[in-house]
Nanobody, 130 residues
Framework: QVQLVESGGGLVQPGGSLRLSCAAS????????IGWFRQAPGKEREGVSC????????YYADSVKDRFTISRDNAKNTVYLQVSSLKPEDTAVYYC???????????????????????WGQGTQVTVSS
């Protein structure tokens, strides 16, 4: 079965950190661009960070720049999102998604929702609260 599975979410205090993981099963992430998206209640989905395959180029939304870091371990078929200096407004369900990189003009365009995405995970909840 082809799927993406996120993990690593949880409840954390403001200023805390988490490492979110996006593991692929049933297919390899080789040649896939991967994005992390989030959606808070009552808000539109937001592209948080995206990473390419061939050159690992990255994009970050302004709201998370310098606080979040995306990385990929192709040997483990997994993409990570290190989230640090968390704020209450980071509270959301975080999803990862994948698309073959030749279907993407830039990782920024991917994160801005300008491309259809092939696979989505079920999401992991991140709650930032004291």
């Amino acid at each position: 079965q082809v799927q993406l599975v996120e993990s690593g979410g949880g409840l954390v205090q403001p200023g805390g950190s988490l490492r979110l993981s996006c593991a692929a099963s049933g297919f390899t992430l080789d040649y896939y661009a991967i994005g992390w998206f989030r959606q808070a209640p009552g808000k539109e989905r937001e592209g948080v960070s995206c990473i390419n395959y061939s050159d690992s180029s990255t994009y970050y939304a302004d709201s998370v720049k310098d606080r979040f870091t995306i990385s990929r371990d192709n040997a483990k078929n997994t993409v990570y999102l290190q989230v640090s200096s968390l704020k209450p407004e980071d509270t959301a369900v975080y999803y990862c998604a994948a698309v073959l990189e030749w279907g993407v003009t830039t990782v920024q365009a991917m994160c801005l929702g300008k491309h259809g995405l092939d696979h989505w995970g079920q999401g992991t909840q991140v709650t930032v609260s004291s």
